[in-house]
Nanobody, 126 residues
């Protein structure tokens, strides 16, 4: 059974940085694309970033491009989201996710992800 556990959220001032981690278990981590999504209060969940199984391909939402960086350590079965230059509008619960197919292409399509973590809260104060 696939389990995803996020950590690293918290309260930070605008302009600050945070690094989120997502530890995966239950299957061979390095076969699968990983993604990060977020959901702000009263809004739909939205795509943030994705990384291919090998780590060579990444994809970002326009709203975070140039500020956020996704990476993975396959030896540790962990994916990271480095968030810099944070803005109040980045405030949300952040979720990591993965899909059912090995070696899938990076995608922003939420329906391509069927395993989700419990989320970690990120709050950016102005």
């Amino acid at each position: 059974q696939v389990q995803l556990v996020e950590s690293g959220g918290g309260l930070v001032q605008a302009g600050g940085s945070l690094r989120l981690s997502c530890a995966a278990s239950g299957r061979t981590f390095n076969y699968y694309t990983m993604g990060w999504f977020r959901q702000a209060p009263g809004k739909a969940r939205e795509f943030v970033a994705a990384i291919s199984s090998s780590g060579t391909s990444t994809y970002y939402a326009d709203s975070v491009k140039g500020r956020f960086s996704i990476s993975r350590d396959n030896a540790k079965s962990t994916v990271y989201l480095q968030m810099n230059s944070l803005k109040p509008e980045d405030t949300a619960v952040y979720y990591c996710a993965t899909g059912p197919r090995p070696y899938a292409s990076v995608t922003a399509t939420e329906s391509e992800y069927n395993y989700w973590g419990q989320g970690t809260q990120v709050t950016v104060s102005s």
